[in-house]
C-alpha cells in the first residue's frame, strides 16, 4: 500500500526491507533558501484489506510508525510527512491473468488487459509493446479478427509471465537483496554488498521476462 502527496521544502529515494519512500522534486523558486515542491511516495506491506480505491484520503497515523526513526542529516522524514496538506492512498495492487482478451472484433490493451503491481513504469511500458504487437497484427491481417487473435497469441502469455514474476521477483528486486545481504546496516559501497556480475544478472534476466532485452526491442 502506498501514500503520496506534495510537500513544499528545503531539504530523495530510500528503502528499508517492506518499508519504502521515494521523493522527487516538482518546482522551486530562487528563494534562500530555496522552497520546492516534492512529490512523496511513502510505500509499506501491510496484510490489510480495505475495497481498492484511489482517491481515498490516506491517514499519517496507518504509516508513520513505520517511518518514526527515519532521521538523516539531510531530511527528517516524520517531520516532512507530517507537513503535507493532504495524503492519498494508493493501493499496490494487480489481477490474476484473464484467460482470453478479444471476443470478436473487440479486444483489450494496457492495464484493461493485464493490470500489474506499478513496478518499473512496468504497465506503460507493456501498454507500448501492446500498441505494437497490435498495430503489426492488423496491419498483416485484413480480417481484424484474426488480427486481434494474433495479438492476442503474442501478448498474452508474455505479460501474464510478467504480473506473475512481478509477485515474487520484480524490476525493484535488487533493493530486497541488497536489504537482505545488509541487514539494514550502512556500507560504504555497493560493490561491497553484491557484485556487478550479479547485478546485471539480476537486471538483464528482469529484461528478458518484460520484453525490454535488447535483442527483443531490436526484433
Known sequence: MARRDAVETDAVGRQHGARRLAVAWQDGDLSDPPRRLVNWVAEIETPNYRKRDWNRPGSLDD?????????????????????????????????????????????????AAHPMVPRGSNGAGQAILDARALGSALSENDDPVAALAAYEKQRLEATTRIVLTNRTNPPDAILREVFQRTHDRPFASIDDVISRDELVALSEGYKRIAGYSKEALRS
Open 63 to 111: 504509516f508513520l510508525p513505520a517511518f518514526s526513526d527515519w532521521h538523516f542529516d539531510w531530511l527528517d522524514v516524520p517531520a516532512f510527512l507530517r507537513a503535507a496538506d493532504s495524503v492519498l492512498e494508493f493501493p499496490m495492487v494487480d489481477q490474476d491473468p484473464l484467460p482470453r482478451w478479444s471476443f470478436g472484433r473487440m479486444t483489450l490493451s494496457g492495464d
